[in-house]
């Protein structure tokens, strides 16, 4: 299966970025510099995630 990861523009050249794919339905995400290694969620989970990070829901990163 030929997966078509997507990287964020705000990520350095490099491989330090977390990916971010779509499969069957599923979202993918999995860490550049591990591409081997990836966790999968509904779209409904991530998009969830995704509102609870843009409101501060897990405090301030460093």
Excluded: Y
């Excluded at 523009?9 to 860490?31: K, P, Q, T």
């Excluded at 998009?47 to 409101?55: G, I, N, P, R």
């Amino acid at each position: 299966m030929d997966i078509r990861w997507c990287k964020s523009s705000f990520s350095e050249m490099g491989d330090n970025c977390l990916e971010i794919a779509s499969c069957n339905g599923d979202v993918l995400m999995r860490e550049s510099d591990e591409p081997d290694i990836a966790i999968a969620t509904t779209s409904e989970r991530f998009h969830l995630f995704l509102s609870s990070l843009k409101v501060g829901a897990f405090g301030r990163l460093p």
